[in-house]
C-alpha cells in the first residue's frame, strides 16, 4: 500500500499512520520528498483498505501496488496455460469453435444441431437447458431434460458439451450429467455464490464477461473460481452495453489483447450475443480471430426462424459452413488453425 500524505501533514500525523501500519504487523518505508511525504507499508497489505488510511488526518490518498488477482495474472504465471477439454485444448495454436443452439428445444433440434455442427468442424456442442431470459414471462429452458438431450447428441457425435449453470442448486446436476464445460453467463459474472462453487470443482469453466464489467472487474470474478482450486478458466467476451442501438452489445476488441497480457488463461468471443444478428457474426468473428481470440462460442440452429430463443442471432446451417470455411483460411494465416 502507498500511502501519500497532504501537503501540510504534520509529524504526528505521520506518525500516526506509521504506526497503523506496524499494528497490523508490517513494516513502512516513509520518504519525504520537498513536497510530499510518501509512505510504503512493507507486507502483506491485504490487511489494509485503502480507506482506512484515507479517513486519517493529513492522508491525501493511499493506493494497493498489487491486483485483487493473482493466481489467473500473468505476474505469477508468464507462460500461456491450456485449458483441456476432452482431448481439445484452449489457448494453444489451436482455436476450438464451439457452437449450437441458444436453448435445448427437443431431442430433434439438438439431433439436427448436434449433426450441424459436427458436419463443419464445431469442436464442441453448447446449448442451453436453463435460460437467463430477460423477461420472467419468456422461455426459460426446458429444464434438466435439455441435459439429457444435449449430452445424448453430445455423446453420439464426440462433441464436448457446454452449457449455462444459474442456479448453484442445479450444480450437482450437471455433474451427474458429466457437462464438460460449465458456462456462467454474463449475468452471473459477479455472482459470488455461483463463482465460488464452481471453484471447488475441477470442470472448465467459461466466464463470461458482464454487461458493464470492466476487465478489473471480470479478471477478479476469474479470481473468485480460481482461489478456490479450480484453475480451469476460460474467459469469453460477449459485448459489453454501450450508447449504441443498433446491435445487441458492443464486442469490445481491445479487450482480447488487454486479457491476453493480464491473465495466461485462454480468452475466446461470443460474437453472437454480441451482434445479436446473424448478418453481424461472420465479421465479428473473424476480427475475434486477427485479434487473438483463442476460440469462438456461435449460435448456431438448424431453423433460426423457428428456434424459441435467441433466433434472429444464430447462423443457419449455410451460413455457418461458409463462415467456418473462412475462419480456417483466416487461422492458417495467422500459423493457428480451426479446432
Ligand atoms: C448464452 O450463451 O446463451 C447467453 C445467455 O449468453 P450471455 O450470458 O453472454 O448473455
Ligand atoms: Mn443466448
Given at each position: 500500500?502507498?500511502?501519500v ?5 504534520r ?9 497503523k501500519?506496524r499494528?497490523a ?26 480507506d ?7 492522508v491525501e ?19 500461456d ?5 476432452r482431448?481439445?485444448a ?5 482455436i476450438?469453435?464451439?457452437?449450437g443452439?441458444?436453448?435445448v428445444?427437443t431431442p430433434?433440434q439438438?439431433?439436427?444441431a ?11 456442442l453448447?446449448?442451453?437447458?436453463f435460460?437467463p431470459?430477460?423477461?420472467?414471462y ?10 439429457e ?12 458439451m457446454?452449457?449455462?449453470?444459474l ?8 455433474l ?7 458456462e ?15 471453484g471447488r ?6 466466464l463470461?464477461?458482464?454487461p ?13 473460481i480460481?482461489?478456490g482450486?479450480?484453475h ?7 459485448g ?5 442501438t443498433?446491435?445487441r ?5 481491445s ?7 493480464e ?5 475466446i ?6 451482434g ?8 465479428l ?6 485479434a487473438g481470440?483463442?476460440?469462438?462460442m456461435?449460435?448456431?440452429?438448424p431453423?433460426?426462424?423457428n428456434?424459441?430463443c435467441?433466433?434472429?442471432q ?26
Amino acid at each position: 500500500m502507498i500511502i501519500v500524505m497532504t501537503r501540510h501533514a504534520r509529524d504526528e500525523q505521520i506518525q500516526a499512520v506509521v504506526d497503523k501500519i506496524r499494528a497490523a504487523g508490517l513494516s513502512e518505508h516513509v520518504s519525504r520528498g520537498t513536497e510530499r511525504t510518501i509512505i510504503g507499508a512493507v507486507g502483506d497489505e491485504r490487511v489494509f483498505s485503502p480507506d482506512s488510511f484515507e479517513l486519517m488526518a493529513g492522508v491525501e490518498r493511499a493506493m494497493r501496488v498489487v491486483k485483487d488477482y493473482r493466481i489467473v495474472s500473468r505476474d505469477v504465471h508468464p507462460a500461456d496455460s491450456l485449458v483441456q477439454v476432452r482431448g481439445l485444448a484452449f489457448g494453444g495454436e489451436a482455436i476450438p469453435v464451439i457452437a449450437g443452439p441458444a436453448a435445448v428445444e427437443t431431442p430433434q433440434q439438438m439431433a439436427a444441431a448436434a449433426e450441424l455442427v459436427s458436419r463443419f468442424g464445431g469442436k464442441l456442442l453448447r446449448a442451453g437447458a436453463f435460460k437467463p431470459r430477460t423477461s420472467p414471462y419468456a422461455f426459460q429452458g426446458v429444464g434438466v431434460a435439455g441435459l439429457e438431450y444435449l449430452q445424448q447428441e453430445a455423446r453420439k457425435h464426440g462433441l464436448p458439451m457446454v452449457s449455462e449453470l444459474l442456479d448453484v442448486r442445479m450444480l450437482d446436476t450437471f455433474l451427474e450429467f458429466d457437462v464438460d464445460v460449465i458456462e456462467i453467463g454474463a449475468r452471473n459474472m459477479q455472482n459470488a455464490g455461483l463463482l465460488k462453487e464452481v471453484g471447488r470443482i475441477n470442470k472448465p469453466v467459461i466466464l463470461k464477461r458482464g454487461p458493464a464489467a470492466t476487465l478489473t472487474e471480470w479478471l477478479t470474478a476469474g479470481e473468485y473460481i480460481a482461489a478456490g482450486g479450480n484453475h480451469n478458466i476460460i474467459f469469453c467476451e460477449r459485448g459489453v452495453r454501450s450508447f449504441e442501438t443498433s446491435y445487441r452489445n458492443m464486442l469490445d476488441l481491445s479487450a482480447i489483447p488487454v486479457l491476453k497480457r493480464e491473465t495466461h488463461l485462454p480468452v475466446i468471443v461470443d460474437p453472437s450475443h454480441a451482434g445479436g444478428k446473424a448478418w453481424m457474426v461472420p465479421a465479428l468473428a473473424r476480427a475475434a480471430i486477427a485479434a487473438g481470440a483463442d476460440g469462438l462460442m456461435l449460435d448456431v440452429h438448424p431453423d433460426p426462424a423457428n428456434a424459441w430463443c435467441d433466433g434472429d442471432q444464430a447462423l443457419n446451417p449455410d451460413e455457418f459452413a461458409q463462415l467456418m470455411a473462412q475462419l480456417a483460411v483466416l487461422a492458417e494465416g495467422l500459423g493457428r488453425k480451426l479446432g
